[in-house]
């Protein structure tokens, strides 16, 4: 196990299409696929993430962990198990969407507003290789759509409607936080 190098918005791993794993790379337990994933997971959080997308530790492969437990930057969120995804896809976004105030580790200390889509269907495998099919609502909705879209080369600039609504943390916490209402 072991903290892996995040990738930092510049590196050119961030914007390329992550490959599809083929899930025979899976079968193994002790294979370096698995430790890979278990250096994902150590990596988010170490890193205080919710989320971490393969190639945001250089490697351009569809994978993606989340977790969200006592985060500090989510502090009012509920929790999501700890997940490991493997070649996910999203689809039927819903028309509804949410706005949050998102960050990401190729991209510390910023915090920007994104309107998502409330739910979304999932499909994927999971780290043994099973299916996954699911409808995410709510953090988990956006997490995913924030973490797959790292797959396909997209960071959450690039799904900001308006930059001024971009600020580091700090200014985040002193001007946004504490306002009554979000705009
Ligand atoms: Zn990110």
């Not at 510049?10 to 899976?26: C, H, I, S, W, Y």
Request: hydrophobic content about 40%; glycine content about 6%.
């Amino acid at each position: 196990m072991a903290v892996l190098k995040v990738a930092k918005l510049g590196n050119p791993v961030l914007r390329r299409v992550a490959k599809q794993v083929d899930l025979k790379e899976l079968a193994d337990p002790k294979g370096e696929l698995q430790n890979f994933i278990d250096d994902m997971i150590d990596t988010m959080r170490q890193e205080g993430g919710v989320g971490l997308a393969a190639p945001q530790v250089n490697r351009s492969i569809q994978v993606v962990v989340l977790e969200v437990e006592n985060n500090e930057r989510y502090p009012d969120e509920a929790p999501i198990p700890v997940t490991a995804l493997v070649n996910p896809v999203l689809s039927d976004f819903s028309e509804e969407t949410v706005l949050g105030w998102e960050s990401c580790l190729s991209l510390i200390d910023f915090r920007g507003l994104v309107s998502r889509s409330a739910s979304v269907m999932l499909n994927a495998y999971d780290r043994e290789g099973n299916k996954v099919e699911k409808r995410a609502t709510g953090f988990e909705a956006v997490v995913l759509q924030h973490e797959i879209d790292h797959l396909n080369g997209k960071v959450f600039l690039d799904r900001m409607e308006d930059l001024t609504q971009l600020a580091y943390q700090e200014e985040f916490e002193e001007f946004w936080l504490k306002k009554d209402s979000v705009p």
